[in-house]
């Protein structure tokens, strides 16, 4: 009996019946072995938005031609590029409040909302008549599709601190493979009366908006996703703890490896830390300064390398699966988030040094290299990626890690914006 007393803790948590919060952190204590469910869970809210960024790109000459704006050929290109851009740019300016309305509201609600834009709004790309109206509708989808930065901060929550490297590596696996996916869908239904006149006649409603069928697939599945996340549990705390001395001692006890002697007192006498600002939270700054030198490299090569090569897709992303959801985890748990980032960041410079050697060869030995250094390039930059969702979301507190995750979608948004044409331009 009394060696049992010992092993109690001397301070425990206090959970609040009412708050949807606490029972998650009470069912993350009991809970043992692989949560497949919550991974599942998150896999496809990410798949749902991260399908209709790029599903547009291999029709997306062609509605432009059929827009008839253009007065030369030549000018195509500069119209789809406003249509390209106009998704991130929305993204850029709304991420920070999306962020800021999790903290306050919850993650639950934006992660609904977002996927609800999806139903709309990609289902109304798909029926454009002109270019102005498929320019509002992908940049209304992206401005208030803002649950990507909710969703990496629902997914460090959901999970006990062994499965939390997991979690977000299934976000940046989802994102991938739904950015392979979604160009795969838009070239194979896009124009359905021309490619299969036997299933579509041109008379038909897809007749008569060619590029509707692949948004509303991916509409339909958002429309699911939708329904699903309905059952999601909440992980935002609602309550307050000024004047709970228990739960606030607790903190203290947990965090005293961290905390000054300064913070320690406050705890202490029941006052609550004041909160750094976030701009001034240098291991989140500089995690995110890092996260969109990456984005930028990413965007670029991504431009360059379908210039060079015709990209073997599907084996990167196979790589990008297996990795994240095997070795990933391990390799986390073994050398930290802040050296797995090094270490991606440090190979992939041979790498990529390494193509203008390869394009020298020619027939099997070319292939095969080139499909090699495609699959090590997505290893590295999803590890990389991975590494740093890790840091941002533990740099700050659970009421701050929206807006954190806010910040870093919009910053990554514009490098990746400008990635493009930087890359296309050297």
Request: aromatic residues 12%; proline residues 4%.
């Amino acid at each position: 009996m009394e060696e049992d007393k010992c092993k109690e803790p001397l301070l425990k948590r206090k959970y609040y019946e009412n708050c949807s919060g606490c029972k998650v952190e009470q069912l993350k204590e009991t809970k043992r072995g692989l949560p497949i469910r919550e991974l599942v869970s998150i896999w496809i809210v990410v798949l749902c938005t991260s399908l209709p960024i790029s599903s547009l790109f291999p029709f997306l000459y062609f509605m432009i031609r059929d827009f008839h704006i253009a007065k030369r050929e030549e000018d195509i290109g500069y119209y789809a590029g406003y249509v390209g851009s106009s998704f991130m740019l929305g993204r850029a300016l709304t991420s920070v409040f999306w962020g800021i309305m999790a903290d306050r509201y919850g993650r639950k609600p934006v992660i609904i909302f977002g996927t609800i834009s999806v139903v709309i709004f990609n289902t109304l790309f798909g029926l454009s008549v002109n270019f102005w109206m498929a320019i509002t509708t992908r940049f209304l989808l992206g401005s208030l599709n803002g649950l990507l930065g909710p969703i990496k901060a629902y997914a460090t929550e959901i999970f006990r601190d062994e499965h939390q490297a997991l979690g977000l590596s299934t976000v940046s696996t989802a994102w991938g493979i739904g950015l392979i996916i979604g160009p795969a869908l838009g070239g194979f239904l896009a124009q359905p009366a021309e490619k299969y006149p036997n299933l579509f006649s041109k008379d038909s409603l897809f007749g008569k908006f060619p590029y509707f069928l692949p948004c509303l697939c991916i509409s339909i599945f958002a429309l699911v996703v939708t329904i699903a996340t309905f059952w999601l549990p909440e992980t935002l705390h609602m309550h307050h703890e000024d004047n709970e001395s228990l739960d606030v001692s607790y903190d203290a006890l947990e965090s005293a490896s961290s905390e000054s002697d300064r913070d320690l007192k406050q705890n202490e006498g029941n006052k609550k830390p004041s909160k750094k600002s976030l701009l001034k939270n240098w291991p989140l700054m500089s995690s995110i300064i890092v996260y969109c030198v990456f984005s930028l490299h990413d965007m670029a090569y991504t431009e360059i390398f379908s210039l060079w090569a015709v990209s073997p897709r599907i084996h990167g992303g196979f790589s990008l699966l297996v990795f994240q959801l095997s070795l990933y985890p391990m390799v986390e748990r073994i050398l930290g988030p802040v050296m797995v980032t090094r270490i991606g960041g440090i190979l992939a410079i041979p790498l990529l040094t390494s193509y203008s050697y390869i394009a020298l060869l020619s027939g099997f030995s070319l292939a095969l290299l080139i499909n090699c250094a495609s699959v090590m390039k997505n290893v590295l930059s999803v590890s990389i990626v991975t590494g740093l969702f890790l840091l941002q979301n533990r740099a700050v507190d659970q009421d701050q890690r929206g807006a954190a995750n806010g910040i870093a979608m919009t910053a990554m948004s514009l490098f990746k914006a400008a990635g493009p044409a930087g890359g296309g331009a050297m």
